[in-house]
Every structure is written in structure tokens, then in C-alpha cells.
């Protein structure tokens, strides 16, 4: 059988696991403590389901990717179906599961045949893990449609402490199968966090927590946590209060607000700093998969020209696999933060702002830099790699450069070796898991990540790099890793971290946009030596006289030795070099034969003989290709004079070729076929007597492209730019040397994000001559996207945000004035916390501040479920609350400041020695901004000084629901009627003014906008901002309170 019928097994064996917990129930004349056991036994069914989705079980009947690569060995298949076994056995014998498991036949209500009924315990946890459900619905529909199944006996609870036996050993089973596959594990119980996260239903979770707290420590915690998320407490939920239908229908009733604005913030955890955000709207397209729609109104930027698009500024996707059933699960690859400006959803079109998606990307970010440290070991390869000849590298990159490669696994370890493994089977899995220890190496290999220029590495000198020729091997190595990940057919693998990522995108790039040419070397001849006299030349022509007699005497080694004496004479004389050829030829030393052939050509690219000599050496060495290539230069430069020796050469090597071929033809082991065939084309690729060229193919693309950017931030020297860089890459070809930031421009790599923003500003300043030694303009300021400047200029009038820089803005004025303005500067300003580590327990991560904020339309602790029903059935207690009033003040910004602020003592000490000059000193130096605003022509002005740096988040609008704006209880009124600050009293609101809730400033007059940000970064605040268009007050309120992203502050624009 072959191995995808084994597999099959697998799946078979695995599907039946999971459906044989049908069987049992709580039991309705049981209490709340039945109902908690039957929940834990089917939280293991939930692990058990979602364990097998990971491993790729539940893909087979569905044309997605195929189960993980593992389950291609017998030793694991057979584990697996032993382990799964093991569960079926458990329910299998009705002795076992009344005496040992404490279980009794019970009599079901009438159901179809081979349907079971939904238990008490499958309404708990239905709207928590809706993935897993609907796969188990789905599972039950097709079964109804293809066969028709008995009824079995079903089961209750009698016996809780034997019930308990039962649910321990399928726990143990579970465990013993994730411990198979222990990065499944983290992806399975990934997808059960992000299913709680994702819930909206208190009782079920309270319920979820209860069940797991001994048991699954990780489940009740993530369920605790979205429980005070959304604004409840960890309690036990009393049976009443579950079962109540009455109480579940007004629920339903009281949430349902058709449009409203949902924000969800899932992660981090004590296992991974990945945060993510997401927007969905209630009671909408309750169908489609809330990231189907996320793309709609969220404000993605969009970019305008190749030279900024996907491989440039936005980060490519390496790992796309097609969604199933509507859900698409995370890849290795998402869980690589690069950059976030490399992700396309994180700008905003308002400049200075982030979307939603971008929020959980800066989450992400904080935590992987400031939060609680996380264990990230992976496997490094550093066995003996094989010397690779430069021509084999030439060859390979030209096969994966014209789009057709192949890429079996004898043909890598050409280039690998067998990385000191002994390969017994030929997995896929294990080739993708090898490359990735491999490009993890640090010794041999560039750390894309860790360098501003790419062409340091293989353009500039060793010590800056790893050298072209190694570099080309990391960017064949990286290619080869690409093509496996893209057609592989799903799993994980450990070690996809960021410097893999790094070497898949410049090796991307290189392969799009650069072109190797090898040109025929040339010989400087002027440094050649000459005969000064004629007497010298004359003496130089009887020693070659002499040799000649010797050759026709056959008396090859006094032949060389003369024609020798004659070069130390005229080094430059073609006819000296082509005989001693000949002469070494007939003594059998080829290699040196064929050395002194190359030269002759290079003295003399007209000589036919020295074509001639150079065919016959390279035939003699068995390269047909060259040596036909050779003998009819030979015959071009010889004309009519061409001789029948040079075409009977070019017709030996012509066979000679023939010979190959058919060779390679006739081969019946294809491993040793490909051998044959590599070493053949690898003629073509021979660097003797070659030099490699390197040629942009976007060169004329990334000039066009820099230029845009110098327009569109309105760059003032725009004529010098586009006057240098119009001729910039004709003067590289040329013998100029240039900057290594400006050569990886023209040549298109770059890392995304801001390594390309970083790399665009320096090749726009590179390309500006009067700028180069004193950067700066007198007249305006340029800041990156994310620095605190950035963030509060951006809203300024006629900024734009382009590649990750923000202008342009006004001027600055330096505290103390500087003898040389202006100048590039670093800004200092401290970063928001946006995650917040529980001191209780450091394995806990929360995201923005902490706080108890019930939401009041739930029904709290103790309350009268009838008294509930009666409240939220009340029109009347339905209002909309009312937004801020417009207001018709006026902010200018008048002026930004920078103050010097002091050196660290190390540097300050080198300075004051004078160990320092003045550019290292400028890079040392940071400064803090502040910025001064006038209101309404008011005397007095307002300064704020920016300490910190913010987030500001760009709301998208809710969906209208029936009555327009969105409206809240009663109950609720007090969140919404909070004290709304005036850009005017801003600076009068002390910590004090703070409560749990959301603190609203009217932003709303003209240019009050900047004010309310420069306020935001003073006080370390960060915050949402509506605009029109945006969503309505409510939804704008609940999207920076505690249910939403829990900053606190809601700047309303209008």
C-alpha cells in the first residue's frame, strides 16, 4: 500500500476517536458537579479534534495540504494508531465503563439514526470553540450522507470519582500524542487560546475556567483572563444561572447590536510574544470568517510604485496556505516579527497612526522587547560544508533565476553536503527542518537583520562581509528552502526565526533583480612588460627562433624553458605564449597548456591561433562546450584564412558534445543522470579567464522610484537629485564608487520596513552632493513614522507619510543652538507600555492596564434573571448617547524644539579627551523634543514636551444600526457621561482626573489634533483617535475602553 493509503488509516482512526465521546452525557438528574466532570472530559475531545487539525488529519477529504510529513514513517504511524486506540478501548466494553469509569446506560431522547444529541456540556462550549463544533457538525453531516450508522448506547454519569479515572487516562493519551509532535502541541493549543480569546460569553468561560483549574492550568488561565477582559469575575456559575433559557434569550437580545464595532486583542502568553489584532462587526456576516472582511474600511495604506511595493517596504509572504473552512491558521511564518512597518495592514492612511491590525503589531513588538523573557531554542547545523566551485554556484542561480528549477534533494546537497546526516528515507520534512538549522549558522553565513547594507556583504571589502562567492551560496541555500516551504503540504518546523526570513527575502530579491554576466577578462596591457630597444625585441625573436627548432626536434621542456626566456623579454607577444601552449600540450601538462591558451586570447582577442590553441585545451580537458565556443572565435577571427585543423576541432567538439548528451541520456540512475547533467552546463559557467559581472535590472525602476519619493515629500534640492541620479548607475558601470546604501538601492535590496525606509532616505541624501557631508534642510524636517515626532506632526496640515518618514514639517530650533544647522538627529523618548506583566504570576501576560470595568448590559452577580429580562426588554432604556460638541478654536504649531540632552558619562569622559570626533560625537547625541503651540492668538503659549512616545490608533467605522448610531442601556450611561477635556484645559488634568474608565478629548477645532497628541505623549498616553467616517460614539468609547484596546484615552477628531 502506498503511503498515502497508510496515512489514511491514521485519519480514519483519529476521526473515530474523537466521534466515540458522543457517547457519553452529564445526566439531567445530576447536579453542577456532573455537569463540570462532563466538561473536562470534552475539553480532552476538543484537544484531541484540535490536535489532529494541526497534524493536518482533518485536511485529507478537503484538497488542503496533506497531514504533516511525519506521519510518512511507519515507527510514527503506528504510535499514533496504537495511542488512538488506546482512546477507542476506553469506551469500548460496557463492563469497563461501569465498574472501572463509573458509568451507567441511560435511555436518549428520541434521535435519527446514528445521530446523537447535543448534550448540556456541547451548549457550553459551542460558543467558545466554534471551530471545533462546526468541524464536528460537518464531520456528521457527510457520515449522515454516506452511510447510515447504528445507535449506540449512551452513557451518564454515576460515579464521579471514577468518572475522573477516565477523564485522567484520556488526558494521558492526549498528552502522549502531542509529545509526537511537540511543535503541533504549541500550534494546537495556540488555536484553543485563540478560540477563548475570541469569546464573547462569560458564563461559558467561568464555566471552561471551573472545569480546567485542576487540570489545564494554561486553559484556565486564558479563560480567566478573557472573563475580566470582558468585564466579569473567575467565580463558580451557579446551575441556575446556566441553564436558564430565559435568561440566555434576553442575553442574546440585550448584545445584539446589528454593526456595532468589536475589537479583539489576542496574546501574548507565556509561550509566545505574538500579539494580534482584529476587527469584526456584531451581527454581520455571521457566515464569513471575521479576517474575510477585515480588509474593508480599515485604512490599509496603499502604494503607489513598484520601487515601494510587496519585497520593498512591505514584507513578502513566503507561506501562503489556503484557508480551511473559512478559518486560516497561523504558519510558521506569522509568527516571525520582522518589522511592523514591513506588514501591509499596519500604517494607516492618516499619517502618524496606526490601524487595528497595526496596534497588535506594536503589542507584538513591546513584547518581544521589553517583555518577560521566553525560551526560543532551536537546532543549529554546523557540520563541515562542501567548497563549492564558482561555477557550479553560477549555474545553479541561473536555473533558479529563469523560473524552472529543480530541486531534488541530490541536487541540494551538491551544495550542502550531507550536513553530517545519514539519510534514510527521502522526507520533505526533514530537507525544510535541515535548510532551516543550516541558515540559522552564524559562522558562514550573513545575518541580514544585523547589517544596514546588503552589498557589504558581497561588494565591499572582507571585512565587512562574508564575500561574494559565500553570499551566493546563502542566496542558492535560502532559494532552495523557498521552493520546498511553497510546495510543501503543511507542519511546522523549528528554527523559522527572523534571520531565516531575512536571507528568503534578499535571496527573493537578488534572483528578481540582478543579472550576472560573465565577460571576457581583460589584461591592462600598458602594465605589461615590453622590449625598451629593438635590439631587445630582436633577441626576444632568436630565443623564440630557437625554440621553434627545439619543438620541431622534439625537445618539449627546452622548447617551454626558451619560449619562457623570450616572455621574460616581451610579455606582451601572443605568439611567445600560444607556442609554449603548443609546447606543454605535447608534454601532457594540459592545465598549464590550457592557462597559457587563455592569456593569448586575452593579449590578442584577434589572433585565431590562440582560439585554436585554447579549443584544443579545452577538449582535451573534455569541456565540449568551451572548446567549441573557442574554435569558432578561432574561425571568425581567422576568416578565409581559417585553417582545416580549426574546423575539424570545432567538429571534434561538436561530437564531443553529442557524446555528452547521449550520456546523459543513457543513464538510467537519476541521481548520477543529474550529476552528469549539472557538470556539463557547469562549462558554460566557468570563470577562467571570465569576469563576473553584476548587472541591475531595476535600475532604471528604483531611479524613478526615488525621485517620486523626493517629490511627493517635497524634497527641497529635487533638481540636484534628479541630476545625479539620472547618471548615477552609468557612472557604477563605469568604474565610480558610490555608497553602499545608494548601490543597494539601484540594485533593489533591501530588508522591508525600516531597513527600507532607512535606505530610501540615504540614497535620496547620497544623491543630493550639497547635502552628503552636513545632512539636514534649513528650511523643513523629515521624521520616521514611528518616532515620537512622527506620531504628533503627522496630523499637521500638508503631511504626508510615505516609506516610513513623515514631512514635510516644520523647521527646528536647537536648545543650545548649534555651530553647524541642522543636522540628523536621534530623538529620545521612552516607549508606552502596551503589555503589562501580573506581579502575582510572572507567566501571565495582560494587555494595556488593568482594571475592573463590568459591562452592565451582562447580568451581574446575584441579580434577579427576571428583573434582568424586564431592564433589557425596555425600549425606553435605550438611548444614544451624545457625542462632543464641534468646537471653534484654533491650534497653530509655532514652533518644535530640540534640547541637547547630557552625554552618557563614557562618552562624555572620551569626548572631553578628545577620543571622539565631531560626526561620532554627533551620533552620540540625543535630544528631546518639545513643541509650542498657540490657541485662538492667545498670548500665552502651550508647550508640551514629548517624553514619551505613543500609539495612536485609527478607529473604522461601525456599521449604522437600526436607529443610526448605536445605542447603549441605561445601565451603562455612567461610562459615557465622563468629562470631556478641551484641548484648552488639557494641561490642567492631573493623574487624579483618571478612573477606570475612558478619558475623552475633543479635538475637534482646527489643528487641535497635533495639541491632543503632543498631550498624549507628555502624560505617556496612548490612544484611539475617530475622524469622520469613523465609527459612532459608542462603538468609538467601548474600541478605547477595557473591551477594546484598553488605552484609556479616545481623542475625538469628528
Keep these: 500500500m502506498d503511503i498515502a493509503g497508510l496515512v489514511i488509516g491514521v485519519v480514519t482512526a483519529w476521526e473515530t476517536s474523537v466521534r466515540i465521546f458522543d457517547i457519553v452525557h452529564a445526566g439531567k438528574k445530576y447536579g453542577m458537579d456532573y455537569e463540570l466532570l462532563h466538561v473536562k472530559l470534552e475539553v480532552e475531545r476538543i484537544r484531541l479534534l484540535t490536535w489532529g487539525e494541526a497534524v493536518g488529519l482533518s485536511a485529507v477529504d478537503h484538497g488542503q495540504p496533506g497531514p504533516d510529513a511525519r506521519l510518512n514513517r511507519a515507527d510514527m504511524r503506528a504510535v499514533v494508531i496504537r495511542l488512538l486506540g488506546c482512546i477507542q478501548h476506553v469506551f469500548s466494553q460496557s463492563e469497563r465503563l461501569q465498574e472501572i469509569y463509573g458509568l451507567s446506560p441511560m435511555t436518549p431522547p428520541d434521535h435519527q439514526e446514528g445521530e446523537y444529541p447535543p448534550t448540556q456540556t456541547q451548549f457550553i462550549l459551542g460558543p467558545i470553540f466554534k471551530r471545533a463544533y462546526e468541524s464536528l457538525r460537518r464531520s456528521a453531516r457527510d457520515r449522515q450522507g454516506t452511510a447510515s450508522l447504528p445507535r449506540k448506547t449512551i452513557w451518564a454519569i454515576q460515579d464521579k470519582k471514577k468518572f475522573q479515572t477516565l477523564v485522567d487516562e484520556i488526558r494521558g493519551f492526549n498528552?502522549?500524542?502531542?509529545?509526537?509532535?511537540?511543535?503541533?502541541?504549541?500550534?494546537?493549543?495556540?488555536?484553543?487560546?485563540?478560540?477563548?480569546?475570541?469569546?464573547?460569553?462569560?458564563?461559558?468561560?467561568?464555566?471552561?475556567?471551573?472545569?480546567t483549574a485542576d487540570g489545564h492550568e494554561e486553559i484556565s488561565e486564558t479563560a480567566s483572563i478573557r472573563i475580566e477582559t470582558l468585564g466579569g469575575t473567575a467565580r463558580a456559575v451557579t446551575e441556575a444561572e446556566l441553564v436558564s433559557p430565559q435568561a440566555t434569550e434576553a442575553l442574546a437580545d440585550q448584545v445584539e447590536n446589528h454593526g456595532a464595532l468589536t475589537l479583539s486583542l489576542l496574546g501574548p502568553d507565556r509561550y509566545l510574544a505574538r500579539v494580534s489584532a482584529h476587527v469584526y462587526w456584531d451581527g454581520q456576516h455571521e457566515q464569513e470568517p471575521f479576517w474575510a472582511f477585515e480588509d474593508r474600511e480599515m485604512g490599509y495604506t496603499k502604494l503607489s510604485h513598484p520601487s515601494f511595493a510587496v519585497d520593498l517596504y512591505r514584507r513578502k509572504k513566503?507561506?501562503?496556505?489556503p484557508s480551511r473552512d473559512g478559518y486560516k491558521s497561523p504558519s510558521d511564518e506569522d509568527y516571525v516579527l520582522l518589522d511592523v512597518e514591513a506588514d501591509a495592514r499596519y500604517e494607516n492612511v492618516h499619517p502618524g497612526t496606526v490601524t487595528v491590525a497595526g496596534f497588535g503589531l506594536e503589542c507584538w513588538d513591546y513584547e518581544e522587547k521589553f517583555g518577560k523573557p521566553r525560551d526560543n531554542t532551536i537546532l543549529v547545523k554546523c557540520s563541515e560544508m562542501p567548497n563549492i566551485p564558482a561555477r557550479k554556484l553560477l549555474r545553479r542561480l541561473n536555473e533558479l533565476w529563469d523560473g524552472t528549477p529543480t530541486y531534488d534533494d541530490a541536487q541540494l546537497r551538491e551544495f550542502t553536503g550531507d550536513m553530517g546526516i545519514t539519510y534514510y528515507t527521502n522526507e520533505k520534512f526533514l530537507t525544510i527542518s535541515d535548510l532551516l538549522s543550516l541558515l540559522n549558522r552564524r559562522d558562514i553565513l550573513a545575518d541580514f537583520t544585523s547589517t544596514s547594507s546588503v552589498a557589504l556583504q558581497w561588494a565591499g571589502p572582507e571585512t565587512e562581509g562574508i564575500g561574494i562567492w559565500n553570499f551566493l551560496w546563502q542566496i542558492i541555500i535560502s532559494k532552495e528552502l523557498s521552493m520546498r516551504i511553497e510546495k510543501s503540504e503543511g507542519g511546522s518546523y523549528s528554527g523559522f526565526t527572523p534571520r531565516v526570513l531575512a536571507s528568503l527575502t534578499v535571496s527573493s530579491l537578488w534572483l528578481s533583480n540582478v543579472e550576472i554576466i560573465l565577460a571576457d577578462a581583460k589584461i591592462r596591457l600598458e602594465d605589461i612588460q615590453k622590449p625598451l630597444t629593438a635590439e631587445e625585441k630582436s633577441q626576444a625573436e632568436d630565443v623564440k627562433a630557437r625554440a621553434n627548432d627545439a619543438m620541431r626536434s622534439n625537445q618539449y621542456q627546452k622548447a617551454v624553458d626558451l619560449y619562457t626566456e623570450a616572455m621574460k623579454i616581451d610579455l606582451s607577444n601572443p605568439i611567445y605564449r600560444a607556442?609554449?601552449?603548443?609546447?606543454?600540450?605535447?608534454?601532457?601538462?594540459?592545465?598549464?597548456?590550457?592557462?597559457?591558451?587563455?592569456?593569448?586570447?586575452?593579449?590578442?582577442?584577434?589572433?585565431?591561433?590562440?582560439?585554436?590553441?585554447?579549443?584544443?585545451?579545452?577538449?582535451?580537458?573534455?569541456?565540449?562546450?568551451?572548446?567549441?565556443?573557442?574554435?569558432?572565435?578561432?574561425?571568425?577571427?581567422?576568416?578565409?584564412?581559417?585553417?582545416?585543423?580549426?574546423?575539424?576541432?570545432l567538429a571534434d567538439a561538436t561530437a564531443l558534445i553529442d557524446r555528452d548528451l547521449k550520456a546523459i541520456d543513457a543513464e538510467t540512475d537519476v541521481a548520477a543522470q543529474q550529476i552528469l547533467r549539472n557538470n556539463f552546463l557547469d562549462q558554460e559557467w566557468e570563470i577562467t579567464g571570465k569576469s563576473p559581472e553584476f548587472h541591475s535590472r531595476v535600475h532604471e525602476q528604483q531611479v524613478g522610484g526615488l525621485l517620486l519619493f523626493a517629490e511627493r515629500i517635497k524634497w527641497p534640492y529635487i533638481n540636484e537629485v534628479r541630476d545625479f541620479a539620472e547618471d548615477v548607475y552609468a557612472n557604477l558601470r563605469s568604474g565610480a564608487t558610490i555608497p553602499p546604501d545608494l548601490y543597494d538601492w539601484l540594485f533593489g535590496l533591501t530588508l522591508p520596513g525600516k531597513w527600507m525606509s532607512f535606505k530610501i532616505m540615504s540614497a535620496l541624501i547620497c544623491c543630493t552632493p550639497s547635502l552628503f557631508e552636513n545632512v539636514g534642510t534649513a528650511r523643513q524636517s523629515y521624521w520616521r513614522v514611528r518616532s515620537v515626532l512622527g506620531r504628533v506632526l503627522g496630523c499637521a496640515p500638508g503631511i504626508i507619510s510615505l516609506c516610513g518618514w513623515i514631512g514635510p514639517c516644520p523647521p527646528v530650533d536647537f536648545i543650545p543652538p548649534l555651530q553647524k544647522s541642522p543636522r540628523h538627529v536621534r530623538l529620545k523618548a521612552r516607549h508606552v507600555a502596551l503589555t503589562q506583566c501580573d506581579n502575582n504570576d510572572s507567566n501571565i501576560t495582560y494587555i494595556g492596564g488593568r482594571g475592573n470595568q463590568d459591562d452592565l448590559r451582562e447580568i451581574q452577580p446575584g441579580e434577579d434573571v427576571q428583573d434582568f429580562i424586564v431592564q433589557m426588554k425596555d425600549s425606553d432604556s435605550w438611548i444614544i448617547p451624545e457625542a462632543p460638541m464641534q468646537e471653534v478654536s484654533t491650534v497653530i504649531i509655532s514652533a518644535i524644539r530640540l534640547k541637547k540632552l547630557p552625554l552618557e558619562v563614557n562618552i562624555a569622559a572620551m569626548s572631553a579627551n578628545g577620543e571622539l570626533d565631531e560626526k561620532r560625537l554627533a551620533d552620540e547625541s540625543e535630544y528631546r523634543a518639545t513643541i509650542v503651540f498657540s490657541i485662538d492668538n492667545n498670548e500665552d503659549p502651550v508647550s508640551y514636551t514629548l517624553y514619551s512616545n505613543p500609539v495612536f490608533v485609527t478607529l473604522p467605522p461601525c456599521h449604522l444600526g437600526p436607529a443610526g448610531r448605536h445605542e447603549i442601556h441605561l445601565r451603562e450611561l455612567s461610562h459615557f457621561q465622563k468629562t470631556v477635556w478641551s484641548v484648552e484645559r488639557l494641561k490642567d488634568h492631573t493623574p487624579e482626573d483618571f478612573d477606570q474608565g475612558v478619558m475623552i478629548i475633543?479635538?475637534?477645532?482646527?489643528?487641535?489634533?497635533?495639541?491632543?497628541?503632543?498631550?498624549?505623549?507628555?502624560?505617556?498616553?496612548?490612544?484611539?483617535?475617530?475622524?469622520?467616517?469613523?465609527?459612532?460614539?459608542?462603538?468609538?468609547?467601548?474600541?478605547?475602553?477595557?473591551?477594546?484596546?484598553?488605552?484609556?484615552?479616545?481623542?475625538?477628531?469628528s
Design 175 to 211: 498528552d502522549s500524542l502531542e509529545a509526537l509532535f511537540p511543535d503541533v502541541a504549541s500550534k494546537a493549543a495556540a488555536l484553543i487560546r485563540n478560540d477563548i480569546d475570541m469569546s464573547m460569553e462569560i458564563r461559558e468561560l467561568q464555566v471552561l475556567q471551573q472545569a
Design 318 to 321: 513566503f507561506i501562503d496556505r
Design 579 to 649: 607556442n609554449r601552449s603548443a609546447a606543454l600540450l605535447t608534454m601532457g601538462k594540459v592545465e598549464e597548456a590550457h592557462y597559457d591558451a587563455l592569456v593569448t586570447t586575452q593579449l590578442d582577442p584577434k589572433y585565431a591561433k590562440g582560439w585554436a590553441r585554447l579549443g584544443i585545451t579545452e577538449l582535451k580537458l573534455g569541456k565540449g562546450m568551451r572548446a567549441k565556443a573557442a574554435y569558432q572565435r578561432a574561425i571568425e577571427a581567422a576568416g578565409n584564412e581559417a585553417t582545416a585543423l580549426m574546423k575539424q576541432g
Design 1002 to 1053: 475633543n479635538a475637534t477645532g482646527k489643528g487641535a489634533e497635533a495639541i491632543a497628541r503632543a498631550w498624549c505623549s507628555e502624560r505617556g498616553k496612548n490612544a484611539v483617535i475617530r475622524r469622520a467616517g469613523g465609527p459612532c460614539f459608542a462603538c468609538a468609547v467601548r474600541g478605547a475602553g477595557q473591551a477594546g484596546l484598553r488605552v484609556g484615552v479616545l481623542i475625538w477628531v
